[in-house]
């Protein structure tokens, strides 16, 4: 989506709004879906306004990525979007996801604490599988037998993370794995936005970043 908008010569959030305008397949349906892609647009309107972009000063080779998604299913939608704030060494391709921030629309919130607990676990599920998860299969066999071969997330690597619920009476949604689905776009439109490297394949890794410039 960013690329098409970079062909556009729009701002990423900005082209995703123009195109959320909640008519024909967008409109949505009672109750599950009520609002349609209005309520996308509401959610990434917030998360705009809650993570500076496009008005935070920000230092060299750093820049903020935006995504945004409905989790869950079409018919029963968990409205999401995330902005992520990058640094990426262009002479390296190492990166440091410095904070992301999330906005989700879930319905009717009956644990509040408890939602945002579970939002932040999948904004983490979100930057393991979109910076870690991989494994190698020889001989019919994983390779990486434990964790110094398999490498998940440190406490070192989290970043600070922001979590906005939007309060209405809609219907109840899911609140376990929705906030996975924007986090890697959120990651690799930074990098690709603070660098100029595009990795589109995941794990994203310094030496991905380091091919991807290369490509430039």
Same mark, same amino acid.
């Given at each position: ?42 959610? $990434?309107?917030? =998360? =705009? ?5 496009? *008005?935070? @000063?920000?230092?060299?080779? @750093? ?14 939608? @968990? ?22 921030? $999330? ?34 299969? *020889?001989?019919? *066999? ?10 998940? $997330? ?11 619920? !939007? ?5 109840? =949604? ?5 906030? !996975?689905?924007? =986090? ?7 990098? *690709? ?16 970043? @380091? ?6």
């Amino acid at each position: 989506m960013d690329e098409m908008a970079d062909l556009a010569g729009a701002d990423p959030a900005a082209f995703r709004l123009a195109m959320l305008d909640a008519k024909g397949k967008q409109a949505g349906e009672t109750p599950n879906s009520v609002g349609g892609a209005s309520r996308l647009a509401n959610v $990434l309107n917030h =998360v =705009v306004r809650h993570s500076g972009y496009g *008005a935070k @000063t920000l230092p060299a080779n @750093t820049a903020m990525g935006i995504a945004c998604s409905f989790g869950q299913e079409r018919t029963m939608p @968990t409205w999401n979007a995330c902005v992520a704030e990058v640094s990426a060494d262009p002479a390296t391709g190492e990166f440091q996801i410095r904070k992301l921030t $999330l906005v989700a629309d879930v319905g009717i919130c009956v644990n509040p604490a408890n939602t945002v607990a579970q939002m932040q676990g999948a904004l983490l599920w979100g930057v393991i599988l979109a910076t870690r998860e991989y494994a190698s299969v *020889a001989g019919g *066999a994983i390779e990486q037998k434990n964790f110094h071969q398999y490498k998940p $997330l440190r406490m070192a690597d989290v970043p600070e993370m922001e979590v906005h619920l !939007v309060e209405n009476d809609h219907f109840p =949604v899911g609140t376990g794995e929705p906030a !996975v689905c924007p =986090v890697a776009p959120a990651i690799a439109n930074a990098i *690709a936005r603070a660098i100029g490297a595009r990795v589109r394949d995941l794990p994203i890794t310094p030496e991905k970043v @380091t091919q991807a410039l290369k490509k430039k």
